[in-house]
């Protein structure tokens, strides 16, 4: 059965960091690119950052234009996890983070974000707030 769990979120003040995990069971990381969404509250899910299982191979990591500069994604294969570090967190960064899988490569799913109907399984997510 194919579980993504994501851990580390929390409160942090504006210009701070956080870094999110997402710790994956039951696939074969090796078959599959990851991507982290986020929703905010009355928003719409959005895609914001993508990794291949190829890793850089691909052309990628992608990143939203928002995040760009500020979050990096990352993966460990053997540990099955993914990463989202995200720094000079701002308030409008705030939201419910959430962890995804998807066979195709990232390049292939990469419009300037990603999109939430491409990408299955997902994880529950975990809230991220950005506040003084």
């Known amino acids: 059965q194919v579980h993504l769990v994501e851990s580390g979120g929390g409160l942090v003040q504006p210009g701070g960091s956080l870094r999110l995990s997402c710790a994956v069971s039951?696939?074969?990381?090796?078959?599959?690119?990851f991507g982290w969404f986020r929703q905010a509250p009355g928003k719409e899910r959005e895609g914001i950052a993508c990794?291949?299982?190829?890793?850089?191979?691909?052309?990628?990591?992608f990143y939203r234009e928002s995040v760009e500069g500020r979050f990096t994604i990352s993966r460990d294969n053997a540990k099955n996890m993914i990463h989202l570090q995200m720094d000079s967190l701002k308030p409008e960064d705030t939201a419910v983070y959430y962890c995804?899988?998807?066979?195709?490569?990232?390049?292939?799913?990469?419009?300037?974000?990603?999109?939430?109907?491409?990408?299955?399984?997902w994880g529950e997510g975990t809230q991220v707030t950005v506040s003084s």
């Open positions: 990794i291949s299982s190829k890793g850089e191979r691909d052309g990628g990591p």
């Open positions: 995804a899988g998807d066979h195709e490569g990232c390049a292939s799913r990469w419009y300037g974000y990603i999109n939430v109907d491409d990408f299955s399984p």
């Open positions: 039951g696939i074969d990381l090796n078959e599959y690119s």
